[in-house]
């Protein structure tokens, strides 16, 4: 329709015809390269869809791999607050039941049984809760910005493990079994 109407103020405006006929050409081969150019990229959005669509068919498997190398950091963190492993933290191992044992176990037993995808959901919901409590009472009172702070990784531990508890295991996990 606007293409039409461009013609038609293009004629009454020019009266020769070699103008004429050379306009009409240029606006037609316009519209028909538009045209093409929309059902090409059209095509390509088509099979860039299918590709992604069916990576979908890995999401299980894509969500074990995140629930099982992030236990496996998780556990590093609770083996050098109990057991020294790889380094001693720079305070020292904690004293017996203190917040930092506590914190040190929940991380080891906690890291080991999200690792296996033992009650995963349960067990994910009290890391996430004792990530939140992490940051808030060890980083962010040191400064606002976690970046500044160093409670980054508490922060991605939080929401990591509080995606575990609504999505679940995944595959390869002891729930599934």
Not at 51 to 62: F, K
Request: proline share 5%.
């Amino acid at each position: 329709m606007r293409l039409r109407v461009r013609r038609r103020w293009v004629i009454k405006r020019r009266n020769d015809l070699k103008n004429h006929v050379l306009v009409e050409t240029s606006l037609e081969y316009a519209a028909t390269t538009r045209r093409f150019a929309r059902e090409t990229a059209s095509v390509r959005e088509r099979e860039n869809m299918q590709v992604l669509n069916s990576l979908q068919r890995y999401q299980p498997q894509a969500l074990a791999v995140l629930r099982i190398v992030t236990a496996l950091i998780f556990i590093a963190h609770g083996t050098q607050k109990l057991l020294g492993f790889p380094a001693a933290p720079p305070s020292g191992l904690p004293a017996l039941f203190s917040i930092y044992w506590i914190a040190g176990a929940l991380e080891l037993v906690g890291g080991i049984a999200i690792l296996v995808g033992f009650l995963t959901r349960p067990i994910a919901f009290i890391l996430c809760g004792e990530m939140a409590f992490a940051y808030f009472m060890g980083h962010h009172p040191r400064n606002l910005y976690p970046v500044l702070n160093g409670g980054d990784a508490a922060i991605l531990y939080c929401f990591v493990f509080f995606y575990l508890f609504f999505a679940g295991p995944g595959a390869w996990s002891v729930d599934k079994a």
